[in-house]
């Protein structure tokens, strides 16, 4: 078992364990390589041969042999250019028909994963892997593949033709093999150590570059452009570092090689020259077994080659296979449209019963969290950052599930209803509203079918229809990454026009306005008022003043609720509301006398 690990068999078992449904559902084309394998040792042995016969013909002077032979090379050049056209295109199919699915299996795994598992594991690290970690296995999917068959059939091929031209000369082929077995098993184990950890660093060194790209101001404000760049280069003397290990070892296999394949010709010639003066062999037959002999060095040494390449790529496969094994929330990507009849919804009722929740053991979030929301109402809940107010939503989203207590939308626990149909009732905005990189349009839309006049209203109502006709292309004009060329408050603004186009019964606001100055807040509250008649709104403020004509106030301090009632019954006794109302007011007020 030891042993096995330490040559990499057991990598071997793994990588095509992973491999084979891709390679199966690519058969055609490595049936194709197959064929074409075949046809080129075919070729290679025809050529060697076609050298002996033209070379015996030209010394027995038989000028009528000498046409046919030449015409008969004609020939196999044809076939082999034929022959090398097709080993490139099938090899081609091959690699990247199945670079594409195992690419399209490791995205769509990552659309399915956990919100846990996501929060997890670091973007830049899973971006490598498809990226840096598909190209290594690249390497390997195509001839060097179809190599574990051709290399020992070459041998074998190679040495049954030379051993009937002269079985002793054959035989020398014998003497290197211990050697470039033993070597080559060497080279691959060395180069395995090393490729492990070339892509581990590869993993962390994107890791680098995507967080200094995604933090990038707050790597200029806080002066940190040095230290990010020492990072990164200390990281890349690591990985050049070892990429000169492995170089170290490719030269010094490489010159081994060619000092294998040199003896080898040069043993064959004089010993071959010595049987042709003897009469025992023709010239003819000493340039075919010349010409092939190489041909069974180069299946040894290659073989060692393909071993390493396959180290590399069984390491990219083992990461590829991490995240393939991953738990996901749901065996299939959702539906994206729920039909949902536009304005036709019941109101939901949404409750919270004896929940309680920690992302990290030991460190509970949600102590028996119980909140009922009534259906159509308005619920704020407000209390000091880290409360578990954001946490309540993940949880309504089930992007986590408790550890205890249960979730019911109409009575229905969470649990029974799938994501989709779940999701597509609640709309959501975020603290930090995510816009991806396209028109303000399909912002809006996210894949919804909505008309003009609805994307109008909806912002108009949210008070930024003016804006985005202000902008070159209006609904059309590219927002770039992340929504870069507008502001904190335009974005929310989209988001917010997003949730009335989504037109969910369940609306999540959480903090939706924070980014808005005074003025704009105020008129956009209005829209979210308007917007919030007949849904079930759940809304985390940290501006009390907004939420005071919400149904029902929920004050919450460490994961449990320890006030309940409307703003005016709350004002009316002393406790965490009154105090955080009146701090606000106090703020708000110096806020605008500074104005
Ligand atoms: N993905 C996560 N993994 C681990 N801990 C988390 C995670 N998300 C939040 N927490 C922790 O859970 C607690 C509650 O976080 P939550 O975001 O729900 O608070 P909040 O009341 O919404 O705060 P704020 O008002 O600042 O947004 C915090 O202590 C936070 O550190």
Known sequence: MNLLNKIGLNNLKQTFQLLLPYLLKHRAAYAGLLFTMTARILLTIAFASFYG??????????????????????????????????????ECAAIYGVKRDLKVALFRQTLLLRADTMAAIRSGDLISRFDNDM????????????????????????????????????????????????????FGFLMRRNSR????????????????????????????????????????????????????????????????????????????????SNNQMSVGALVTFITLVNQLVFPLMNAAGNWAAFQKASGSIERIQYVLNLPIESGDLPDPVIPVVKQQFVPLSVEFDAVSFYYKPGKPVLSHFTLSVPAG????????????????????????????????????????????????????????????????RENLLLGRERDGHEIEYATRSAMIHDFICSLPDGYDTPIG?????????????????????????????????????????????????????????????HRLSTIRNADKIVVMENGKIVQEGTHSTLMAEPGLYRRLYQSDFVREKKSQALI
């Open 481 to 541: 990454e992340r929504g870069i060329i507008l502001s904190g408050g335009q974005k929310q603004r989209l988001a917010i026009a997003r949730a009335m186009l989504k037109d969910a019964p369940i609306l999540l606001l959480d903090e939706a306005t924070s980014a808005l100055d005074g003025e704009t807040e105020h008129k956009v509250k209005s829209t979210i008022d308007r917007l919030m008649v007949g849904r079930t709104t759940l809304v985390i403020a």
């Open 53 to 90: 016969r033209m070379t015996d013909t030209a010394t027995h002077g038989n000028l009528n042999g000498l046409t046919q032979l030449t015409v008969m090379g004609v020939g196999l050049l044809l076939v082999m250019i034929t022959i090398n056209y097709l080993d490139t295109f099938f």
């Open 135 to 186: 190209n290594q296995i690249e390497q390997m999917l195509g001839s060097r593949l179809v190599d574990l068959i051709r290399l020992p059939l070459v041998y074998l091929c190679v040495f049954t033709f030379l051993f009937h031209i002269n079985p002793v000369l054959s035989l020398i082929s014998w003497a290197i093999a211990p050697a470039a077995i033993g070597g080559s098993a060497l």
């Open 377 to 440: 109402k308005k619920t704020a809940i407000v209390g000091f950052s880290g409360a578990g107010k954001t946490t309540l939503f993940s949880l309504l989203m089930n992007f986590y599930h408790p550890q205890s207590g249960f979730i019911r939308i109409n009575g229905r626990p969470l649990n029974d209803i799938p994501l989709a149909e779940l999701r597509g009732r609640i709309a959501h905005v975020p603290q930090d509203p995510t816009l991806f990189n396209g028109t303000i």
């Open 197 to 276: 950890q070339i892509n581990d660093l590869a993993g962390e060194n994107t890791q680098i570059v995507s967080e200094t790209l995604q933090g990038f101001s707050v790597v200029r404000s806080f002066v940190l452009e040095r230290s990010f760049f020492r990072s990164y280069s200390k990281q890349n003397r690591r990985l050049y570092r070892l990429e000169m290990k492995n170089a170290n070892l490719r030269g010094l296999y490489n010159s081994a090689g060619q000092v294998a394949v040199s003896a080898t010709f040069l043993a064959s010639l004089c010993l071959g020259a010595y049987f042709v």
